[in-house]
């Protein structure tokens, strides 16, 4: 999901010099002095009441009451917002709605608001109640959320991205974006220990004026205090957890898409033998098999094997042991710790920022593709037989052939949850890849080779690109 927004809408693009809020829109509540019969000094919204009632944007009831629980309707959510922009922009709280009149009390400030691109069209019944998610919607709009400072950024980013804050807002959830960006900004907390939302909840008033508040007073602003240190970590990732879903084992698969589906169930049992039964196997047709596997396990370069043996029984059974040239007896080490690497860079690029909850998955694998291309050289010395035809060389020696660049890319694509295979020629590998719904072709090897600056050429590229660099 790209959680990027842009608010380029009439009116909402400011340069922050531009954008000073004057000093009318940074009033604190003196301490102590009560304004409503509902809401005293010490009280949850006090302050947040009190200091919207000094700004002239909140007036309360005639009873003398603020109405802190009760819910905010569309037209009062409309008076807010639309005296907070006045405020704002022309340095009185309702001189942007006298240029309009409605039949509704509320009907001018909406006039004003969609004048301004603030709101797409009026509420159609003022009366209405206000939802969080829309109150999210009209607040991210208000004023130009892009100038202000993201103290909750990082954190908010981690939290979306471990599944396990803001549980209640997503893809589907109307005006995410919008949601996601009050949070970023230190205007929303959400409403438990887990960040809730609420998004089809009703808001009340005082939970609106805290919102505002915040909104236009930088010092009101909060950042949550979640604990999301491991949010991002991909750590405790098995080789196993990368291996796509097989439902069905065939005994004695002849297709490709048989021993495709063999050999990911294989994976997914974190096992390097495959046992099949033949009803019989001339030695061809048993070493047949053994190539068709390994042609097959290729397509999975990140999971570090290459090479492999097989023995045929009397009995009937084919026995397929899988392992990497020049590995000896190393190999499940050595995959183990190509494993750890690849989630050690992965979690030190999301610690960084430089992989975001907010990217698309072509940025992502860009991310990787460089970090590839800057901290591996070409093995040209490797022969057949080396070490450089798996990832962990480029983890750990900083040099690799075609299938080591692929498997580590693969492997990092893999931790990041995006579909991706390694495809072969004659005599070269490259990965293809679905980012945001599009097949494409990533070649590492051949985007190194041009000194220390990635080719962006080699990266995404659609399949006829690719076929006119490299058939297979």
């Known amino acids: 999901m790209n959680l990027k927004r842009s608010l380029q809408t009439a009116g909402l693009f400011f340069a922050l010099s531009v954008f000073a809020l004057p000093a009318a829109l940074a009033v604190q509540a003196p301490e102590g002095t009560q304004r409503y019969t509902d809401v005293a000094p010490g009280d949850v919204f006090y302050e947040n009441v009190a200091a919207l009632t000094d700004m002239g944007i909140a007036k309360g009831f005639s009873d003398g009451r603020f109405g802190v629980t009760e819910p905010m309707s569309e037209g009062q959510l409309m008076i807010f917002a639309a005296r907070v922009r006045s405020m704002a922009l022309l340095g009185d709280a309702e001189a942007g709605a006298k240029a309009f009149s409605g039949e509704e009390t ?123 240190s491991a949010a991002v970590s991909a750590a405790g990732t098995t080789y196993a957890d990368l291996v796509p879903d097989a439902e069905t084992f065939y005994i004695a698969p002849m297709t490709d898409e048989e021993m495709e589906s063999d050999i990911l169930l294989m994976l997914a049992d974190d096992s390097d033998t495959l046992t099949l039964q033949y009803d019989y196997l001339s030695d061809e047709g048993a070493h047949a098999r053994l190539l068709q596997a390994l042609k097959v396990l290729k397509s999975y370069a990140e999971q570090g094997y290459n090479a492999g043996a097989s023995e045929y029984s009397d009995e009937g059974d084919l026995q397929i042991v899988f392992t990497a040239v020049a590995a000896d007896d190393k190999v499940q080490l050595y995959r183990t710790e190509a494993l750890e690497a690849a989630i050690s860079v992965h979690d030190q690029l999301w610690n960084k920022g430089l992989i975001t909850a907010q990217m698309s998955e072509r940025e992502k694998a860009w991310v990787y593709y460089d970090w590839i291309c800057r901290n591996c050289v070409y093995d040209y010395a490797a022969g057949d037989y080396s070490l450089s035809h798996i990832p962990y060389s480029l983890f750990s020696l900083g040099r690799a052939v075609c299938d080591g660049y692929t498997g580590a890319l693969n492997l990092f694509l893999r931790l990041e949850n ?54 297979w």
Request: hydrophobic share 45%; charged share 25%.
């Open 418 to 471: 995006i579909a991706c295979t390694a495809i072969s020629s004659e005599s070269h590998m490259w990965c293809v890849a679905e980012l945001d719904g599009e097949i494409v072709h990533i070649d590492a090897t051949w985007g190194d080779r041009d000194g220390d600056e990635p080719d962006p050429y080699y990266f995404a590229m659609t399949p006829e690109m690719a076929w006119r660099e490299h058939r």
């Open 106 to 228: 509320a009907d001018a400030y909406a006039q004003y608001l969609l004048s301004e691109g603030v709101i797409e069209e009026a509420p159609a019944l003022f009366s209405a109640k206000a939802t969080r998610a829309y109150t999210a919607h009209v607040l991210a709009r208000l004023l130009p959320l892009d100038t202000m400072e993201a103290i909750a950024g990082k954190t908010v980013d981690r939290a979306i991205a471990s599944g396990k804050f803001i549980t209640d807002v997503n893809a589907e959830t109307p005006w995410a974006e919008d949601i996601y960006n009050l949070y970023r900004c230190g205007i929303s907390v959400g409403s438990d220990a887990f960040g809730s939302y609420l998004p089809d909840a009703t808001l009340t008033r005082g939970a609106a004026a805290a919102l505002l508040t915040r909104l236009t007073d930088p010092s009101l602003r909060i950042a949550p205090d979640w604990d999301v």
